[in-house]
């Protein structure tokens, strides 16, 4: 952020002591006044005025002077302009008429500029147009007060630097800590980002922000809303706070939560507080946890979700519950650890860990290892159940279990119906099996390695056979996504395509009205 002063240095307060090189006396208002003519000057503690023409009243103790004015100071600061209007007695000079201050680096066009050389605050209000070193910033209206060491500008507030362009309606900025503070609607655009806020401020030299009432952040296909934010940008990370909202485009995800925690760029992002991740499309898929990170990965162009504590997954008629997920775009496996359990709509899985890949962005695939455990309902005393140390599976297009394959110590208690009616049981072991479902219900079996079991009526099975070792039905505990709504729906401001316009001054445009339209 660039910092503009505007005349601090012009018109200390003294009895005017006038040259010239022609004077004489004239009738001013009523009374007797003096004109001046060829070279006409004065000068105010270091700064000395210049004009070619000039009538001083001095009733009224104020000198107007026209043609060629230019005001001077020790310190190399000049203002040129076509009029002057200087009062001795408040002591406030008006420069009038293509008005230019140059300073150094710092240029200033304007149609009139006032400063009060008793507290040295100076103003404009018709439009100016400012280049400070690499830096240009245009506004209708300036105001500068070095007692309280700040400059504001109002009005069609455009800076622009090598970096970024801020459009804003007011900007103040403190010459002494260098912060510069908004107030309304204001959009900052760079090469690769935007932000737009409407309230806070940003700490140029420390390149720190604190920024409220609504924050927006967009870099390339990733987005970003809070209600609050802080941002380091020289370590190039940031703070949102309160009804934190991320969005990528590309992928289609969005994630909401309390807070968050960011990296410049949105390449990585972790999110507390009624954590919710979604990822959008005709079955769309919802994880909830205390914590989610999400994060890309630029050179193997994947994109990674974590969920930690209190995880939950729901997608079409699948729910799942876990101490951790892992999703990566990579292989398109989502990885469930700690005590993960996954329902369907007639089933239960679980397992130390389970994986499930998407295809065509459904849950088609997946693997149980280990203590795997399959378990489905088939009327309200009967439930089929498959266990191994390992388990594979196949989903249908409806996420139905269509297939398993069990490794590895195998063994399941089954039931064979007749008429639609649950008849007789099936208890197995064997080292290896294969199961086919329709419907929600064991259609074929294959037994591979030594299997051994029995087949007993319905009303002839043993009470220590109608349960493997790990059954679990705790449909009780299965998730509802209508109990975990959407945490709040995002007013979502996207304005990349209403680019700022560059101010920077093209070389055959010569004045500040130019600018100005």
Known sequence: MASFFLLPYLLNSQPINLKAKRMKSMEVNGH???????????????????????????????????????????????????RLVYNNASKLARVEGAVKLTDQDLEIETPWLEYQTTSRIGNYGSGAFIKDGENYLKSRVGYYDPNNKQVRFKTNVILETPDYIIQTDTLVYHTEDKVARFYRYTQINS??????????????????????????????????????????????????????????????????????????GLHWAQVYGNALAVKADKDSMYIYGDTLTVWKDTV??????????????????????????????????????????????????????INFQIEQKKLRYGSLFYHALIVMKEDSSHYSQIQGDSVFYQMDTQQR???????????????????????SAVSVESEHMKFAFNQNQIDKVHFYIKPKGAVYPLDQLPDDKRNLDRFVWDIQNKPSKLNQPIPFTPIYINTRYKKIPSIQPQKEEKSFFQFWK
């Open 32 to 82: 007797k006044g003096q004109l001046l003519r060829g070279n006409v000057q004065f000068e105010q503690e270091g700064s000395v005025v210049y004009c070619d023409e000039a009538i001083f009243d001095p009733v009224d103790d104020v000198l107007r002077g026209t043609g060629n004015v230019k005001i001077t100071n020790t310190n190399g600061t000049k203002v040129t302009g076509n």
């Open 191 to 264: 090469e690769k980002e935007q932000i737009i806020l409407f309230k806070g401020y940003y700490d140029t030299d420390k390149r720190k922000g604190y920024f409220t009432d609504g924050f927006n952040y967009t870099s390339n296909e990733q987005h970003l809303m809070a209600d609050t934010a802080i941002f380091d940008e020289t370590n190039g990370f940031g703070v949102a706070i309160g009804n934190v909202w991320l969005y990528d485009s590309s992928e289609n995800a969005q994630v909401w939560g309390n807070r968050a925690i960011y990296r410049k």
């Open 300 to 353: 193997k162009r994947a994109q990674y979700t974590q969920a930690l504590g209190s995880v939950r997954l729901f997608q079409k008629n699948t729910a799942a519950t876990a101490g951790k997920l892992l999703y990566s775009s990579l292989d398109s496996t989502i990885r469930l650890r700690e005590k993960p359990v996954v329902w369907d709509s007639a089933s239960r899985l679980s397992g130390d860990s």
């Open 401 to 423: 279990i269509e297939k398993s394959w069990v490794y590895r110590k195998g063994k399941s208690v089954y039931y064979i119906r007749e008429n639609d009616e649950v008849t």
